[in-house]
Nanobody, 123 residues
């Protein structure tokens, strides 16, 4: 089992920045990759970014590339998402997740999920 706790969400004006954190505990040594997803009201959960835990390869959705940066602190078992130049369309609940293998952009490939943190961007 892996437990994930997100933090860092909030309300910010368009153009602003937020940094999300996801603290992982439990059987994290078996993780292949960790990712961030988001879900806006009435929409499906969508991929935002992912990072492979051992090598550190990163993957981004086209809509956030160049604005968001995913990173990790292996010693602290913590995942981060630095979000810059935020737009109103970035408003959503953001979730971190862990996969033990599989395509990192597919929600169904992830085995464990956090409870989510709300990010709201005002225009």
């Amino acid at each position: 089992q892996v437990q994930l706790v997100e933090s860092g969400g909030g309300l910010v004006q368009a153009g602003g920045s937020l940094r999300l954190s996801c603290a992982a505990s439990g059987r994290t040594f078996s993780s292949y990759a960790m990712g961030w997803f988001r879900q806006a009201p009435g929409k499906e959960r969508e991929f935002v970014a992912a990072i492979t835990w051992s090598v550190g390869n990163t993957y981004y959705a086209g809509s956030v590339k160049g604005r968001f940066t995913i990173s990790k602190d292996s010693a602290k078992n913590t995942l981060y998402l630095q979000m810059n130049s935020l737009k109103p369309e970035d408003t959503a609940v953001y979730y971190c997740a862990v996969t033990q293998g599989g395509p990192v952009v597919v929600p169904g490939a992830y085995d464990y999920w956090g409870q989510g943190t709300q990010v709201s961007v005002s225009s």
